[in-house]
Structure formats: structure tokens, C-alpha cells
């Protein structure tokens, strides 16, 4: 994500965001504490990034009408960015394995939960950028609801 917001190819720059970097705090309440007693003079917008539809992330009614939350999912994984990448996607649906499963066993990638694989892997961010796209072409998106691609320039 660092990589998206450093080349400015998110809809948002580095200095819009708190401490301009990535936060990485999944508890309402932790965040409140940490960031939001701050004192923002306009309301600001909290954009989650999320492997799962289910989370969740409650703040105190004292800062509902100061935050809004937007969230924004990846699932499944980002490891079906890498087999978007790779062109592999027909071979994914036919071997009915998990994206980290197929990305080990037929892509020979054994390394590819790790951090810094994936940080290698997508170095350059076009090649990120581009694999979002086809993800957002092939998948199904509820209604209402956004993807990396909702955040891309």
C-alpha cells in the first residue's frame, strides 16, 4: 500500500494521511485513544484496508459525527493479485486449491505469505496496479461496498 501512496497513485497523498504512514490498529477503541484525541478541526475519514468482511470497528458515539469509517475489503487474498499477475487464473479455478496453496504448489512460490516476498513480488507498482484491475474486472463486488481498485487515481 506504502508503494501506491509513495508513486501517488492513490487518491489520497502521504501528508493527507495521521502521521502520514499506514496505521495499524484493527480496535475502535485503541484508535480513539491513540489518534482521535488529537483534536481535528474537520471531520476525517478513516479508510480501512480488510481481508474480511466481518471485522469490526466500533467508535464511541462521541465520534460519530467526526470519523467517517470507510472500509475497504480485499478478499480473498493477495494472493490472487499474484495469480492475476501470472495470467494463472483459469488454472486456479480448475485445481480448487486455496490462493496461497496454489501460488506454493503450482506457482513454486513457497515464500508468498511472507511480508517481504509480496513487497518484492510487487515492487514495481504498476504491476500492482495492473493486477488489481483484473481482479476488479473478474470479481463479483456487493453492492456498496469498495476494493483496492475504489482507492486507485
Same mark, same amino acid.
Given at each position: 500500500?506504502?508503494?501506491?501512496?509513495?508513486?501517488?497513485?492513490?487518491?489520497?497523498?502521504?501528508?493527507?494521511?495521521?502521521?502520514?504512514?499506514?496505521? *495499524?490498529? *484493527?480496535?475502535?477503541?485503541?484508535?480513539?485513544?491513540?489518534?482521535?484525541?488529537?483534536?481535528?478541526? +474537520?471531520?476525517?475519514?478513516?479508510?480501512?484496508?480488510?481481508?474480511?468482511?466481518?471485522?469490526?470497528?466500533?467508535?464511541?458515539?462521541?465520534? $460519530?459525527?467526526?470519523?467517517?469509517?470507510?472500509?475497504?475489503?480485499?478478499? =480473498?487474498?493477495?494472493?490472487?493479485?499474484?495469480?492475476?499477475?501470472?495470467?494463472?487464473?483459469?488454472?486456479?479455478?480448475?485445481?480448487?486449491?486455496?490462493?496461497?496453496?496454489?501460488?506454493?504448489? +503450482?506457482?513454486?512460490? $513457497?515464500?508468498?505469505?511472507?511480508? +517481504?516476498?509480496?513487497?518484492?513480488?510487487? *515492487? +514495481? =507498482?504498476?504491476?500492482?496496479?495492473?493486477?488489481? *484491475?483484473?481482479?476488479?474486472?473478474?470479481?463479483?463486488?456487493?453492492?456498496?461496498?469498495?476494493?483496492?481498485?475504489?482507492?486507485?487515481?
Amino acid at each position: 500500500m506504502l508503494l501506491l501512496i509513495y508513486f501517488w497513485i492513490m487518491i489520497f497523498k502521504r501528508e493527507e494521511m495521521i502521521e502520514e504512514e499506514v496505521l *495499524r490498529c *484493527r480496535e475502535g477503541k485503541k484508535f480513539e485513544q491513540k489518534y482521535l484525541r488529537k483534536g481535528f478541526k +474537520d471531520k476525517i475519514s478513516v479508510i480501512r484496508i480488510l481481508d474480511s468482511r466481518h471485522e469490526n470497528f466500533k467508535l464511541s458515539k462521541a465520534y $460519530a459525527d467526526k470519523v467517517d469509517v470507510i472500509n475497504v475489503v480485499t478478499a =480473498p487474498e493477495i494472493e490472487m493479485l499474484i495469480i492475476f499477475n501470472e495470467d494463472k487464473y483459469k488454472e486456479f479455478k480448475k485445481s480448487a486449491k486455496k490462493p496461497s496453496s496454489f501460488c506454493k504448489e +503450482d506457482l513454486k512460490m $513457497a515464500e508468498v505469505k511472507s511480508y +517481504d516476498f509480496v513487497k518484492n513480488y510487487f *515492487r +514495481d =507498482p504498476m504491476v500492482l496496479v495492473t493486477a488489481i *484491475r483484473k481482479y476488479h474486472e473478474m470479481s463479483r463486488v456487493p453492492r456498496g461496498e469498495y476494493t483496492l481498485l475504489d482507492l486507485l487515481r
